[in-house]
């Protein structure tokens, strides 16, 4: 496998050079509360080369000009964008035909012209090659591959579509990147929302409506109830790749002190993660670590040593920073 490119490894303010990819088709309600008139749209998902953040924006339709209409709302707001990156395909079709047409319909005089005024340099892929923007298909992934099941054939207001795709933008934004030993405010991980709004990004509480029945509930509630279960099972697939063990057959390394894991199975809202410092270790009778010890922000707590997930040992973290390589680089978005 070749060397990461210059710009994932290049330190540079969010977005300056991203990767966008649409998905979709959803189907939204326009006119009255009334009316049953329907119409697709979609979801472009922008992808920071550098530090991974997700921005989301809902276009109108496939044409050029939602496009530059949904890029103009994502450089307002997050900045300018000097490389942006796309696949060149003539059209995807698969199952679930959720990407239909790509950037590359929009290669025409106007388009390219709009783009030099912004200062924006477009890069196309090879042709029939999706494996060389794995970052923004890792992200697609992880936007569509639940939201498309739980939502479903049901129809949703634009303004209701608009406020799911920045909430799953908050998930998205939330996950943990890479572990900090050295932090001085005791900070365990980094994350994408750090390098947006400086802190981690914090869901307004609300109160657990999963398991209740989506026709015994209004509609703005049904809203909340597709977000809280995206969370449920797109963090339980996230940890599950930071989880990888060989039954039986490679003998791996056992959790150390000063080790800083997930705790999975926490049962906790959106956008919460629930991080600590291993502390102690508990071998069992054959000298194998079965539970640990952990410090969090909670306190102390003890777990059993298959519900943490290690995001990276201190011993890689330092060799790591020493030989200069790209530790945020070493999680990813969605499952291979």
């Known amino acids: 496998?070749?060397?990461?490119?210059?710009?994932?490894?290049?330190?540079?303010?969010?977005?300056?050079?991203?990767?966008?990819?649409?998905?979709?088709?959803?189907?939204?309600?326009?006119?009255?509360?009334?009316?049953?008139?329907?119409?697709?749209?979609?979801?472009?998902?922008?992808?920071?080369?550098?530090?991974?953040?997700?921005?989301?924006?809902?276009?109108?339709?496939?044409?050029?000009?939602?496009?530059?209409?949904?890029?103009?709302?994502?450089?307002s707001r997050r900045g300018p964008c000097r490389d942006l990156y796309s696949d060149n395909g003539t059209t995807f079709t698969g199952a679930n035909r959720l990407l239909k047409e790509d950037l590359a319909a929009w290669q025409n005089d106007n388009n390219q012209q709009s783009l030099a005024n912004l200062g924006t340099h477009w890069h196309f892929i090879a042709p029939s090659a999706p494996h060389q923007g794995g970052l923004w298909e890792a992200a697609v992934k992880s936007a569509k591959y639940h939201l498309v099941r739980l939502v479903g054939a049901q129809s949703l207001w634009y303004s209701?579509?608009?406020?799911?795709?920045?909430?799953?933008?908050?998930?998205?934004?939330?996950?943990p990147l890479t572990p900090i030993y050295d932090d001085p405010n005791d900070k365990l991980a980094l994350t994408p929302a750090d390098f947006l709004v400086g802190a981690p990004l914090v869901a307004v509480p609300e109160a657990d409506i999963r398991t209740i029945p989506s026709n015994r509930i209004k509609h703005w509630l049904w809203l909340r109830?597709?977000?809280?279960?995206?969370w449920q099972r797109w963090s339980e697939e996230y940890l599950s790749t930071l989880q990888t063990r060989n039954k039986w057959q490679t003998?791996?390394?056992?959790?150390?002190?000063?080790?800083?894991?997930?705790?999975?199975?926490?049962?906790?809202?959106?956008?919460?993660?629930?991080?600590?410092?291993?502390?102690?270790?508990?071998?069992?009778?054959?000298?194998?670590?079965?539970?640990?010890?952990?410090?969090?922000?909670?306190?102390?707590?003890?777990?059993?040593?298959?519900k943490l997930c290690r995001l990276l040992d201190a011993e890689h973290f330092e060799a790591s920073a020493s030989t200069g390589q790209d530790v945020q680089n070493s999680s990813s978005l969605a499952p291979p």
């Open 1 to 75: 496998m070749a060397s990461l490119p210059r710009h994932r490894i290049t330190a540079a303010r969010p977005f300056i050079s991203s990767g966008v990819d649409y998905c979709g088709p959803f189907t939204v309600r326009i006119g009255t509360k009334r009316s049953r008139t329907t119409t697709k749209t979609y979801l472009a998902v922008f992808v920071c080369m550098a530090t991974k953040a997700v921005h989301i924006e809902v276009v109108d339709d496939l044409s050029s000009p939602a496009f530059l209409d949904a890029f103009t709302r994502f450089t």
């Open 225 to 230: 109830q597709i977000h809280q279960q995206f």
């Open 251 to 306: 003998k791996s390394r056992d959790v150390k002190i000063g080790d800083i894991v997930i705790v999975r199975h926490e049962n906790l809202p959106p956008t919460y993660w629930r991080l600590g410092r291993v502390t102690a270790v508990h071998p069992g009778s054959n000298g194998l670590i079965r539970n640990v010890t952990l410090q969090t922000a909670n306190g102390m707590m003890t777990r059993a040593v298959q």
């Open 160 to 175: 209701q579509l608009q406020t799911l795709a920045t909430r799953i933008e908050a998930c998205l934004n939330s996950r």
